[in-house]
């Protein structure tokens, strides 16, 4: 590596991108992991101390989706044996925000499968984020309901959503192989409607696809451009009854690598620890925690994540703290701001935030 790891992280303390060249030795340098991660880390502790936000997932549609993003359990062709829904109500999604909420979380995403919203998807999303907002005025919501056409973005920054998430996925070169109902610059399409409507943009990755180190890397400088304010890193979940069922190349020591990677790139925004963590991370999950600020407590869409109290465990044991509602996610050096799913929404069975 032409570059120091130390230079590295002054580069990224400086507000600095990573060359090319220095973003892919990260990946696969020779340098041993624990100086990879100790440089990272202190990148975050520069930017975000020791606290780690806490965010939840609410599913309000569970599968059934018309697209065909390969990765996906909700796919159109899908065999995985899912939980399939349509619409809970707001009061089902008010709830389980709350059990969240007093769990420690600060961000609500309310997530539903499909192409994109109608009109009337809008207004469910309209009346869930009154509900949500009425038991907890002060938590954040994001919202992911896909492809965004002309107005939505506006109603819904109107009716209180703070952020939009939509990841890109993987890399443009390779966003065919993975998704052909819809392309690459859909996404970005999407993300812009969302900034231009005031909201918060959110938009990430998912690794473990077959990607390579170029990929990553190409994925990486694509979402810069984006700037976005909060950056997801998921590690494939490979779904019996998916293409991608037999993808199981991840190792801990490359999902750490990937998200120093990350932490190197988008220095001072919330890079967040997201699906997939338990099965390919395993017991490095807590050094993980020295990369990224941020993660996702209780269940995926359609995964069960690990139970929220062994989460927080984790964060104290590793010498976190858990965000507090009051306090800013962006620092103050940046100013422009697998187990199925049977519990939860959709179900008869209680949240396990």
Request: aromatic fraction near 6%; proline fraction near 5%; charge should be negative.
């Amino acid at each position: 590596m032409t570059t120091s790891l130390d230079d590295l992280a002054d580069k990224a303390l400086r507000g600095e991108t990573p060359s090319r060249e220095e973003a892919l030795a990260v990946l696969a340098g020779p340098d041993e992991l624990l100086d990879v991660v100790a440089a990272g880390a202190r990148v975050r502790r520069h930017f975000f101390g020791r606290r780690v936000k806490l965010n939840t997932i609410i599913n309000m549609k569970s599968g059934l989706c018309p697209e065909d993003c390969s990765y996906c359990s909700q796919r159109l062709g899908s065999s995985a044996e899912i939980l399939k829904y349509s619409w809970i109500t707001p009061e089902e999604a008010a709830e389980t925000a709350g059990q969240a909420v007093r769990a420690g979380a600060k961000r609500v995403c309310l997530v539903a499968s499909g192409r994109g919203p109608g009109d009337r998807d809008i207004t469910r999303i309209e009346d869930t984020i009154a509900a949500v907002k009425a038991d907890s005025p002060d938590v954040e919501v994001c919202v992911c309901l896909g492809l965004l056409a002309d107005g939505q973005a506006e109603r819904l920054a109107a009716a209180g959503a703070h952020a939009y998430s939509h990841n890109l996925n993987t890399s443009e070169a390779r966003y065919s192989e993975i998704c052909s109902t819809h392309t690459f610059a859909d996404r970005t399409d999407t993300l812009r409607r969302a900034g231009h409507a005031g909201l918060s943009p959110c938009s990430g990755a998912i690794l473990g696809m077959g990607e390579s180190d170029d990929d990553i890397v190409d994925l990486a400088f694509a979402l810069k451009e984006l700037d976005p304010d909060s950056v997801p890193v998921n590690f494939l979940i490979p779904f019996k009854g998916t293409p991608l069922a037999d993808n199981w190349e991840l190792t801990p020591e490359r999902c750490l690598r990937i998200l120093a990677l990350f932490r190197f790139v988008f220095p001072d925004v919330e890079v967040r620890l997201a699906g997939g963590r338990e099965i390919h991370l395993r017991g490095l999950q807590s050094l993980a925690l020295h990369l990224a600020n941020s993660m996702f407590l209780g269940d995926y869409l359609t995964s069960e994540g690990q139970p929220g109290a062994d989460d927080r465990q984790m964060i104290a044991d590793a010498g976190f703290v858990i965000e507090g509602a009051d306090e800013r996610t962006l620092p103050d050096a940046r100013h422009d701001l697998v187990a199925i799913r049977r519990r939860g929404a959709g179900s008869d069975l209680p949240a396990n935030a």
